[in-house]
């Protein structure tokens, strides 16, 4: 019952329609083990070139596929990346961050996956993507600790890399270093003579582990001045921005730092709409150097960040993935810079 | 070679530290069968309290998590779904959709993954996917022919589904009619009075699938009138969008409808700096109705696309896939309707 069977013995064509390997050897009058040596490109073994033509040839009539799942188990090993989406909703930023990893790592011919662990957190989800006995996982954000880390191991990864503010203990850590990008933004409205500096954290879930660094690095950026960093939790959306900005007088603030681009966007409507003149009364700062902060009037200031290349990731799973025994390292990644335009 | 190895006898810990079902079977005094029962949570047998309590705490202590691969070759058909990630950037609103599908699917006890299949078109697309052999694949985007959707069926795909303007033979089709976007917004700028209109056509790889069924929904929605369409190809960037505000006069246009809300804010803000008057003098419609369009001044008009709900797509994979033989069925699902704001 738990046994792996070998595959079954050839069926009818009537009783089974996956085809197998045994059925391309058997069309192109060869062993098993040729039709794997020519599928799987190995370079150990010779073999002519009619004979790989017949091979692929066979393959094609049939419509045979190799199966990944099995090749890992003969293997002992698999091909498989995979990376969890994160909890909370990607931008395009990081979406094209992704797209070049994928890129990347299928080039060094590893397949990525994403696994959406929705409903599942920590090690929970550990366990559920190790079911897929990866050979690398690659983590961007937070949740996974160390537990989970040895989780993944003892199921095969070789490679566990995570993306996050700190690192975890087991794995190799990318640190994007998120209180940089608050830091860039409070230094910025620091130096522009800005006093009183809200910071605008959003309410919706799954934010805090990027909104809190950001917000404790304008804290980190105003220390030894006089100026003062006030937290403004706001929801998305155009009634909670109205009502911050019907209070933003009485708030006595001069500056704010609204999370992202889209926030501000969103926040200097609403202080325009409401009669505060920006950057006049209130300079707004923005993240993420999105188009919009340049289509706005005025222009949105904003932090520039700058993550690393999917290559560089891709290169480091590999060489992990060779050499599961490193010891984990640590790479802070996140350039962070600010773009001042018109609106600070 | 090719054969699937059974798993191996018990190594010692030293050998091998990837801990198996038999390792669990040892430790709680169990046969491996009886494992698997309580693992895989088999309703069939009865297994009492005590046992199912030692197996899962014999799992837990050594770390064991069932192989979802191996697990597939036994039962024949695995729980696994594959979502290709389309090819072009990916807005809020399609990032919301798919995670509705995975959270649907999740709780129908199908794994979800996403799997980016850069470089791969088509039916080379397809065999990629086949090697992870997906019990189901839900194919957002066009590409995949009669071909690839066969080679996906003789690899174990019980369910294909597409999600793309046309049907494809084989596969069920959720039909997402774009032209129906272009016809809504053409329709309103004729209602509205308007007789020359611009559709604005991105340059940008990978949108013709989108963008040519709305061009032609606007041509449609202007039959039996007197009013015209001109195509308007646009690169996504500042300096092409002021390159045709510059032009805008000797088009002659009244109109523009702009493929999404994203092209309308910025064709919107090169007319406004040309010194076009929105709406007097150009009406602009975008699509998606996000957010960013209730904050530009005029507000954006745009129409509001209706998705099909996640847990409806996931009801229909779930229904073919317990009856993979029934016949293909085509579903309308995106509904389009205008929302009339100021900017038209």
Redesign the interface.
Known sequence: ???????PAPPSPLQR???T??DVARLAGVS??T???VLNNTSAVRISEPTRRRVHEAAKEL?Y??????R???AGH?RLV?MP?PNV??G?LY??F??EI??AL?RLDY??????G??LRGDDAA??W????PVAVIVPGVGLGPQGV??L????AKAVVTLTPEPVEGAHALILDHAGVGHSAGRHLVERGRRRIGVVVPEEPGFGVFSQPRLAGVRRAVQGTDATVTELPLA?D?AAAARLARDWRSLGLDAVFAYND?YA??VM?ALQDEGVGVPGETAVVGADDL??G??LRPRLSTVHLELPSGRHLAELVDRVVRDPASVPTTHDVLGARIVHRESS
Chains 1, 2 share one sequence.
């Open positions: 019952m738990v046994q792996i069977p070998k595959e329609s996956v085809p390997s045994a098993r083990a039709v794997s040596y419509g596929v190799p199966h990944a799942a099995a890992s188990l003969r698999s995979l989406t909703p990607i395009p979406s094209q992704i797209n994928q890129w299928s397949t990525v996956v994403q696994h959406g929705i409903g366990r559920a190790a079911e897929l006995r040895a989780v191991k003892r199921s095969g998305y155009e889209e966007m969103l409507r188009m919009l340049r289509l």
